[in-house]
C-alpha cells in the first residue's frame, strides 16, 4: 500500500532486526514503501521487507552514514541498531563501540543534516540491581551492570542532551521484553519467552536457560510497534521524558509461561537450566511503573499473556 500524498522522508537502521522488520512494514503502509529506507549493516531484506528502498551501511561509519543521509535527506529517523544484553556480556568493547559509537553518529548527524525527530530504543537493562525491583519508577537509580545497560544509561543521557543543547526532536521507549514470531531476537536475556513459543511447537519441550521463578517485563511486539509510532506522533509538548518512557505490559514468571504455553500446546515438557543470563535477569526489574507514558502520551497496551499466546501459537504453527 503506498501514500503518494506523503512527504515524509524516514530512515529506519538495523531494518532487519526484531523491532526494525515490523516497524518498517508498519511505517511503508502508513507513508508509503518509497518513503521508508530499511537501513541493515549485513542480512538483505526478505519478504514484505524488501517492497521498498533498502541500503546497506554500517552505521558506527560516520561516512558511509553520512553520505546516506546526504542521499535521502530523511526528516525522521529510527535508529533500533545494536548489540543485546548477552551478547554484550561476551564482548563488552564491541557492545560499547556499536551501540554508542553508531547512536552519536546518528545524534550528530541528525543535528546537522536537518533530521527532525529521531527515535532511540532503551530498555530495562538501563536499570541494575539497586533499582528497586518492582513498580519500578520512572525516575528511580540507574546504576546497571551489564555493559548493554551501560549503553542503555549512556545513550537515554545523549538524547536528552541533544534536546536540551541542539533541540533535536529525541524520542525514547525503554522496552521490556519483546516476543514476536515474526524475527527471532538476537542475544538477549528475555529470549527464552520467544524461544519456548517455537520449541513448544517444534520439539514439544524447551529448556529454560533461566529459573522458573525468574519474572520480567514483557510486551508483545504489535503493542511494542503501536507504543514506538504513537510516542513519534505525539504532539512535541506532551512529551515531558526526554531520557526514556518506562513501557510495559505485562509481567510473568518462566513458570506461568510455561505453563501457558502447555494449555495451548498438548504434552509440552519444560526444564529449568539457567546460565550466566540468569544473573542478568536478576539485576532487572520485574515489574514497570510506566504511568508517566499512560499520562503524558496515552500509552495503553492490548495483549496480555493469554492473548500473546493464542496469537504466538497460531501464527508459529
Ligand atoms: N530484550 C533485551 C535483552 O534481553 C532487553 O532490552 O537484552
Redesign the pocket.
Known amino acids: 500500500m503506498t501514500n503518494p500524498m506523503s512527504e515524509k522522508k524516514i530512515v529506519v537502521i538495523g531494518a532487519t532486526g526484531q523491532i526494525g522488520s515490523e516497524l518498517v512494514v508498519e511505517l511503508r503502509k502508513k507513508h508509503g514503501d518509497q518513503q521508508v529506507v530499511a537501513v541493515s549493516s549485513r542480512s538483505v531484506p526478505k519478504g514484505e521487507l524488501a517492497n521498498g528502498p533498502h541500503e546497506t551501511v554500517d552505521a558506527t561509519d560516520r561516512d558511509a552514514l553520512k553520505s546516506l543521509f546526504e542521499r535521502h535527506c530523511p526528516d525522521t529517523v529510527y535508529h533500533l541498531a545494536g548489540l ?3 551478547t554484550g556480556e561476551k564482548d563488552p568493547a564491541r557492545a560499547w563501540a556499536v551501540n554508542i559509537g553508531s547512536l552519536t553518529n546518528v545524534l550528530d548527524l541528525s543535528r546537522d543534516l536537518g533530521v527532525r525527530q529521531v527515535f532511540w530504543p532503551s ?3 538501563a536499570f541494575g540491581p539497586t533499582t528497586p525491583r518492582d513498580n519500578t519508577p520512572q525516575n528511580t537509580v540507574l546504576a546497571p551492570t551489564t555493559m ?1 545497560g551501560v549503553t542503555k544509561v549512556t545513550g537515554e543521557l545523549l538524547c536528552q542532551y541533544y534536546w536540551v543543547k541542539y533541540g533535536l526532536d529525541v524520542r525514547s521507549l525503554r ?1 521490556p ?2 516476543i514476536s514470531y515474526k524475527t527471532p ?1 538476537g542475544g ?4 527464552y519467552a520467544v524461544a519456548v513459543y517455537f520449541e513448544a511447537i517444534r520439539n514439544g519441550n524447551y529448556d529454560f536457560f533461566v529459573g522458573p521463578d525468574t519474572v520480567l517485563p514483557m510486551m508483545y511486539m504489535p503493542d511494542a510497534i503501536r507504543a514506538t509510532i504513537e510516542l513519534m506522533e505525539a504532539p512535541a509538548e506532551k512529551i515531558k521524558v526526554r531520557t526514556s518512557y518506562n513501557l510495559t505490559a505485562m509481567s510473568f514468571s518462566a513458570e506461568e509461561l510455561a505453563k501457558t504455553v502447555a494449555d495451548h500446546v498438548s504434552g509440552f515438557s519444560c526444564s529449568y537450566s539457567p546460565d550466566f543470563r540468569q544473573q542478568i535477569a536478576d539485576s532487572w526489574p520485574r515489574s514497570i511503573d510506566d504511568s508517566a507514558a499512560r499520562k503524558d502520551w496515552g500509552w495503553k497496551h492490548e495483549y496480555d499473556l493469554e492473548r500473546m499466546t493464542a496469537e504466538m501459537i497460531k501464527n508459529i504453527k
Open positions: 543485546l544484553s548477552a530498555s530495562i537493562a548493554y522496552y521484553g519483546l531476537p538477549g536475556t528475555t529470549d
